[in-house]
């Protein structure tokens, strides 16, 4: 079975660009997380999608936002690019299965560089 | 004040040795999962081991197992017979059930492993 895969793996932007990120869960994985990954704040949540909707938002400005397809497929937007987004993007997906064992498996991440 | 606290930012161990690696937590749900994670220079997070907070017994996955001491709140990496591949970034992470929040996990600051041949 495919793991989570991510596009694109390297993004170069400059500030006040905007930038989309896509992320395709693991087959039959229904939820979609999105997390952030500096050497300053380490890794921080952004959001969670499940079924076509947020159900768990971060700590993040309204700069950052996303969404879910029906396919479980989901992309991230960052609007108006500030230098302190250069980052580490990981999307992760689990099956939302409801039970307490229920693991998010990574994928290899979108390096974002802000220039 | 800090949910995950990895107080080792970086561990060094020979090949074919034992290392842990520590992590405490800081939660007041009763209903919670602890994860542990690699991240090789990639990048990639890779799941290694997960342990629910009512599970009795602590979780093992071939070389790696986990010594969960609830009453401590900490949930220890072990590796077992370090190889060179597994130098990399550890990362302990919780989930807390409760609250609706049961799809985002905390992370620590990572322990940064070494394994010399």
């Known amino acids: 079975k495919a793991g989570v895969t991510q596009t694109p793996r390297y993004l170069i932007k400059t500030r006040g660009q905007q930038v989309t990120l896509s992320c395709s869960p693991i087959s039959g994985h229904r939820s979609v997380s999105w997390y952030q990954q500096t050497p300053g704040q380490g890794l921080q949540f952004l959001f969670e999608y499940f079924s076509e909707t947020q159900r768990n938002k971060g700590n993040f400005p309204g700069r950052f936002s996303g969404r879910q397809f029906s396919n479980s497929r989901s992309e991230m937007n960052v609007s108006t690019l500030e230098l302190g987004d250069s980052a580490l993007y990981l999307c992760?997906?689990?099956?939302?299965?409801?039970?307490?064992?229920?693991?998010?498996?990574f994928g290899p991440g979108t390096r974002l560089t802000v220039l | 004040a800090q949910k995950i606290t990895q107080t080792q930012p970086g561990m060094f161990v020979q090949e074919k040795e034992a290392v842990t690696l520590d992590c405490t937590y800081d939660?007041?749900?009763?209903?919670?999962?602890l994860f542990w994670y690699k991240q090789p220079s990639s990048g990639e997070m890779i799941f290694l081991i997960y342990q629910g907070s009512y599970d009795q017994q602590n979780a093992t996955e071939g070389r790696y197992s986990l010594n969960f001491q609830k009453a401590r709140k900490s949930a220890n990496l072990v590796i077992s017979a370090s190889q060179l591949g597994d130098s990399a970034m550890y990362f302990c992470a919780m989930r807390e059930d409760s609250g609706g929040s049961n799809y985002k996990l905390t992370f620590g600051k990572g322990t940064l492993l070494t394994v010399n041949p």
């Open positions: 992760a997906s689990s099956l939302a299965n409801y039970d307490s064992t229920d693991t998010q498996y």
């Open positions: 939660t007041s749900d009763p209903s919670y999962g």
